[in-house]
């Protein structure tokens, strides 16, 4: 059933296949968007964190089912990358300028740090959801923890990125 399409669709989250270009379903990009938003700089926002996923999860023709929430968890995902993107570029942007103007001997670059930072992170929140997979291969609840993974590591990550650069107000 939806376990089989499931490993088709995501034979393995570490390796060439990116997870952001599938089309997983329709969340309310607005609803984490704005929870973002108007979480306080210094907090986690786990109040954010499957929320617009779990609307999307029963809003028809959806029911609740196996496959429904792994493919709201994996779109929601995708939005939650997208900031995380976002964050990423905009601050590598700040540091580089930083970099250019502060290079002196022994400097070490901010941007490259930041780069190999996010790099090794990546890696990590695809093999640690890899492996939750891999743990939950017998059973078809694989397909719900992997995404809730990728989902709360992807969405931990954008409150990290904004929390690093931003002073509290």
């Known amino acids: ?6 490993l088709c669709a995501m034979p393995s989250i570490v390796g060439a296949w990116d997870w952001t270009k ?3 379903g329709d969340v309310d990009r607005s609803v984490i968007e704005t929870c973002f938003a108007q979480t306080p700089t210094g907090t986690d926002g786990a109040n954010c964190v499957g ?23 994996m779109a ?10 976002t964050q990423f570029a905009a601050q590598w942007k700040a540091l580089d300028i930083i970099d ?8 070490i670059s901010e941007a490259e ?22 743990i939950n291969q017998g ?17 931990d990550r954008a409150f990290e990125m904004r929390n690093l650069f931003e002073a509290e107000q």
Not at 1 to 6: A, D, E, P, Q
Not at 51 to 73: K, L, N, V
């Open 100 to 107: 250019k103007s502060a290079s002196a001997p022994g400097w």
């Open 76 to 85: 929601e995902a995708v939005v939650w990358n997208e900031i995380v993107e």
């Open 139 to 155: 059973g078809s609840i694989r397909n719900i923890r992997s995404p809730i993974c990728i989902l709360s590591m992807t969405a």
């Open 22 to 24: 599938n089309e997983w």
């Open 51 to 73: 929320e617009a996923a779990g609307r999307c999860e029963y809003t028809s023709p959806r029911h609740g089912t196996t496959f429904d929430i792994m493919q709201c968890r």
């Open 1 to 6: 059933g939806f376990g089989i399409l499931f």
């Open 113 to 134: 740090a930041m780069k190999s930072a996010h790099k090794t992170w990546s890696d990590f929140r695809d093999a640690q959801c890899h492996l939750i997979y891999a």
